[in-house]
């Protein structure tokens, strides 16, 4: 049926397009009587428009039982070609009914086909060759049975060219699902009017073509994949059987991605090991992804002491169904989530808390490494790894002996190991030698075992010469009133070699406290004898030799004034009692052990004079007497020189006042002469004494011990001065004693001159 109007209405499923046309190709009842079909339109004004009912099918018959004739169609096709006309008869007999195609102007066109659809309905074709607009005309289908006959309602065979656009589709709008094209319908090529225009699609990988009836200029392609490529064409119908035309040009574009359908699921550990996760996760496929281009990204992050933290992500391959976390931390907790992503959004899962691991332990730190040195232990503290990696279960610590500053000390030995627990930092270690460095190597472990060891050099203290046990035993030799001679021994070293022996003299003091042999300090600041006497410091050493010079026990002299190695050896005062102490000392670097024993004691003699000369006192106070005595001498004799040329200019101009003067001058000169005896004589009683003492004095070095007579450090020290004890022979000068200064002008012998020299000097 087909109803022409402006715009028509139905009830039936169709919509209101204006200006367009609406089909309702088919419409199937299924009543269980003779159904009643009613069709309502509603007309208003405005542009024409068509509404066309292709066909209706009704699958029980109880209303009739003679044959009869679905609704025949009109039939358009273009010029030239074959025009189909299919009627579909409906009955008990139906297979045995005649069947042909009746023109209005009375030709029949015989049957060409026929079909069997069920044992109630058939199907004939009548094929109209090459038609051109002389065949236009109405056809209808006849059958006739036993029952009675039926006629079908006449269709119109239109002949014409069928429409085809142009233009491709043009692309307005694309989303993930959608696709929003323009049909560029307006310019066509072949017949109209286009009743129908269409849209063809297809995904240019599948085989499938899908096509959506369009009754406006522009359409929107719903229900799409995202991420897909299409090709659009565009199709135009003219009424009839046949009057759709080829497809237009297509349009080929891709729908936008869409955002992910969920998130992906928990994600499954595989393996946990110290430093590294393997994780599993689900297959993404296309349904869960909506996108060809997509990421899936794992994103960690985790917090450790020392305020250290870190976050990261890290990309990985889609198709892979495992992936390693690496790089991590051992025994920490770890937070793992994935994260899928493509261009249109992103899907997180849910965070997976781990926890790594244990590893073996870092090293303990250098900085944290304190050794306290003694003489025969160390005590060495250290503080926890930095980097624990689990629960540290123990340390361990290896020392060894690597060299000495005692070459008797064997250092060459197989590394001892000592282990503490996990809650003890320091340890003791005993029974070292003296002077030796040790190498100590100190690891942690936990359960996964030791990690790497931090090393330490660690040199224990040297300790002080063992010097032979001189208790009990007499180690004077041989004693005179200013000398004793010792028997020295040699020390045996402990930690470092011995240095030097010093020979230290303590004087005695009734006030003074004695000091006991065994408790005793040694003497570390070393004093001469002449810092002594003018500090008065209650010792002084007397000599200090090398250890070479003791090889083996040796006598020793005390007070053979001579020097060794910058300390001079006075002799001994007869009147005071003296110690002698015998020192070992052993030094190393910037540390210095002595020991020290008392090995003699001197008592004090009562027959014999308290006089120690003592040349450096003495030449020190004759060296400024003659000093000041020669500048005042210098300056008497410039006065003198200028009284006399001023004297001879006024009182010598008369002869006789100038030999009076002569006269009195030789006279004066007698006097002073006999005086200058009388001194002499007296300064002859002094001389003497002091002969018979410096006699005595060498008698006491022809004595001494023959372990210093070929020492060529060792001098007197007379000679060391240039002292000498004899007096100069000069008459004229009775006091030439007092001057043995080298350097200092002598008086004249003659005239006033002398006279002046000689009461200065006396």
């Known amino acids: 049926m087909m109803v022409r109007g402006p715009v028509i209405t ?28 009613i069709f309502e339109a509603e007309v208003s004004g405005g542009r024409s428009g068509y509404i066309a009912i292709d066909d209706i099918q009704v699958l029980s018959y109880p209303c009739d039982k003679s044959p009869h004739f679905l609704r025949l169609g009109d039939v358009e096709v273009n010029a030239g070609q074959n025009a189909t006309f299919q009627c579909i008869a409906t009955g008990r007999d139906a297979v045995h009914n005649k069947l042909w195609l009746q023109r209005r102007n009375g030709e029949d066109i015989p049957v060409a086909q026929t079909k069997n659809i069920n044992h109630r309905r058939f199907a004939a074709s009548f094929r109209l060759q090459e038609v051109t607009k002389t065949d236009q005309d109405l056809y209808r ?4 049975s036993e029952r009675g006959s039926g006629v079908s309602n006449f269709a119109q065979l239109i002949v014409r060219e069928p429409p085809r656009p142009i233009a491709p589709p043009q692309l307005l709008g694309v989303g993930p699902t959608y696709l929003l094209i ?15 225009k269409e849209v063809e699609y297809r995904m240019t ?3 499938w073509t899908e096509t959506h009836a369009v009754n406006a200029p522009t359409y929107k392609l719903w229900h799409l994949d995202p991420d897909t490529e299409y090709e659009i064409r565009v199709l135009l119908t003219r009424p009839g059987e046949g009057g759709t035309g080829l497809p237009g040009p297509p349009l080929i574009t891709r729908t936008k991605c869409a955002e992910p359908m969920r998130t992906p699921k928990t994600l499954k550990i595989a393996e946990i090991q110290a430093r590294r996760i393997a994780v599993d996760w689900e297959s993404l496929g296309y349904n869960i992804t909506r996108c060809h281009t997509f990421n899936v990204t794992i994103c960690y992050h985790y917090f450790r002491g020392h305020n250290e933290s870190k976050a990261d992500c890290l990309d990985m391959d889609p198709k892979a169904p495992q992936h390693v976390v690496s790089h991590l931390p051992p025994y920490t907790n770890v937070s793992l989530k994935m ?43 250290w503080k926890e790894p930095l980097d624990p990696n689990g629960i540290i279960t123990q340390y361990e610590v290896s020392y060894s002996s690597i060299r000495s500053f005692d070459p008797a000390v064997p250092v060459a030995g197989p590394p001892q190991t000592v282990s503490n627990l996990w809650n003890s930092t320091h340890h003791v270690f005993m029974h070292l030698h003296p002077g030796t460095t040790y190498q100590f190597f100190i690891r942690a472990s936990t359960v996964k075992g030791f990690g790497p060891a931090t090393a330490i050099n660690v040199t224990t203290n040297i300790s002080a010469p063992t010097l032979p046990d001189y208790e009990g035993v007499d180690a004077s030799l041989n004693e005179t009133a200013t000398t004793i001679t010792v028997l020295l021994r040699p020390a045996q070293a402990k930690g470092a070699p011995i240095s030097a022996y010093q020979i230290v003299v303590e004087e005695l003091h009734p006030h003074r406290t004695k000091r006991e042999a065994g408790a005793m300090e040694c003497y570390q600041v070393p004093v001469t004898y002449q810092n002594a006497m003018s500090g008065g410091a209650p010792y002084y050493f007397a000599a200090e030799l090398p250890p070479g010079n003791l090889p083996e026990p040796a006598p020793f002299t005390v007070g053979d004034n001579r020097t060794y190695q910058g300390f001079w050896n006075p002799p001994l005062a007869p009147r005071k009692g003296y110690n002698i102490y015998f020192q070992a000392m052993s030094s190393v670097e910037k540390e210095t052990k002595t020991q020290c024993v008392r090995i003699a004691t001197k008592a004090a003699a009562t027959e014999e004079p308290e006089v120690i000369p003592d040349p450096a006192k003495q030449t020190d106070r004759v060296v400024k007497i003659a000093g000041i005595s020669a500048g005042i001498l210098v300056f008497i004799l410039l006065l003198l020189v200028v009284i006399l040329i001023v004297k001879k200019r006024y009182i010598c101009w008369r002869r006789h006042i100038c030999i009076r003067n002569i006269r009195r001058s030789y006279y004066s000169y007698s006097y002073y002469l006999k005086l200058a005896k009388k001194r002499k004589d007296a300064m002859g009683n002094t001389r003497q004494e002091m002969t018979h003492m410096v006699n005595a004095m060498d008698r006491s070095y022809a004595d001494q011990s023959t372990l210093h007579a070929e020492d060529p450090l060792s001098i007197t020290f007379m000679d060391q001065h240039n ?32 006279i002046f020299c000689h009461i200065l000097f006396v």
């Open 205 to 207: 990988s599948g085989s």
């Open 10 to 37: 139905t009830r039936i499923c169709m919509m209101t397009l204006n200006g367009y046309m609406s089909v309702l190709k088919s419409l199937i009842i299924c009543p269980p009587r003779c159904p009643k079909v």
């Open 182 to 196: 323009q049909l560029n319908a307006n310019s066509i090529i072949g017949d109209g009017p286009i009743i129908l």
């Open 141 to 144: 289908c006849v059958t006739q």
């Open 723 to 754: 002292f000498s004890p004899r007096l100069p022979n000069d008459p004229l000068v009775p006091t030439a004693v007092l001057v043995p200064i080298t350097g200092r002008k002598k008086c004249l012998s003659w005239g006033q001159q002398f």
């Open 339 to 381: 994260i899928l992503t493509n261009p249109e959004g992103r899907k997180e899962s849910e965070e997976t808390v781990i926890q790594t691991d244990e590893d073996v332990p870092g090293p303990v730190p250098v900085k944290s490494l304190q050794g306290t040195s003694f003489e025969n232990k160390i005590f060495l503290n």
